[in-house]
């Protein structure tokens, strides 16, 4: 009961100060994850940009964008942390991610199972592209000695 208490008022505290779509950015993720965010800027997905010869159209940022893109602005052109995870700024503090369903219920994308990286992934994987075929039994962002 004291830990549906605590959901409750965590949850109405995190409306106030960041909802569900407030982006914090990559940057910020690496501040508490410096391996995880190392890893995931050798990817493909860092370096979106590169692709692009100016700022991208609305409609190509709802795959190579992070943020609200197409239907709304893309707070980076690169497929950061927060396009995978859910924009962070309601679950990132560091006593709200350390408690796992807390943070899934302020936002965090759960992907801790192929199924579910195959379901958010292949929505822009799926498509044609000119990297090697998604794959959502492997880690996208490996880092040297974590599985």
């Not at 010869?53 to 927060?82: M, N, S, W």
């Not at 309601?90 to 199924?115: E, F, H, I, W």
């Given at each position: 009961?004291?830990?549906?208490?605590?959901?409750?008022?965590?949850?109405?505290?995190?409306?106030?100060?960041?909802?569900?779509?407030a982006w914090t950015g990559s940057a910020a993720?690496?501040?508490?994850?410096?391996?995880?965010?190392?890893?995931?800027?050798?990817?493909?997905?860092?370096?979106?940009?590169?692709?692009?010869?100016?700022?991208?159209?609305?409609?190509?940022?709802?795959?190579?964008?992070?943020?609200?893109?197409?239907?709304?602005?893309?707070?980076?052109?690169?497929?950061?942390?927060?396009?995978?995870?859910?924009?962070?700024?309601?679950?990132?503090?560091?006593?709200?991610?350390?408690?796992?369903?807390?943070?899934?219920?302020?936002?965090?994308?759960?992907?801790?199972?192929?199924?579910?990286?195959?379901?958010?992934?292949?929505?822009?994987?799926?498509?044609?592209?000119?990297?090697?075929?998604?794959?959502?039994?492997?880690?996208?962002?490996?880092?040297?000695?974590?599985?």
């Amino acid at each position: 009961m004291t830990r549906v208490l605590v959901l409750c008022v965590v949850l109405l505290a995190a409306d106030a100060v960041a909802g569900k779509r407030a982006w914090t950015g990559s940057a910020a993720c690496g501040a508490c994850h410096p391996k995880e965010l190392a890893a995931w800027q050798s990817t493909p997905h860092a370096n979106t940009r590169a692709r692009f010869e100016g700022r991208p159209q609305a409609a190509c940022l709802a795959c190579h964008g992070t943020g609200d893109a197409p239907a709304g602005a893309a707070i980076a052109v690169e497929v950061g942390c927060e396009a995978c995870h859910g924009a962070g700024a309601a679950y990132s503090p560091d006593d709200v991610m350390r408690d796992r369903p807390v943070a899934l219920a302020l936002g965090m994308t759960d992907l801790s199972q192929p199924k579910q990286r195959a379901e958010l992934c292949n929505g822009c994987h799926e498509r044609r592209t000119k990297s090697a075929p998604f794959d959502p039994e492997t880690n996208p962002h490996k880092i040297a000695g974590k599985k």
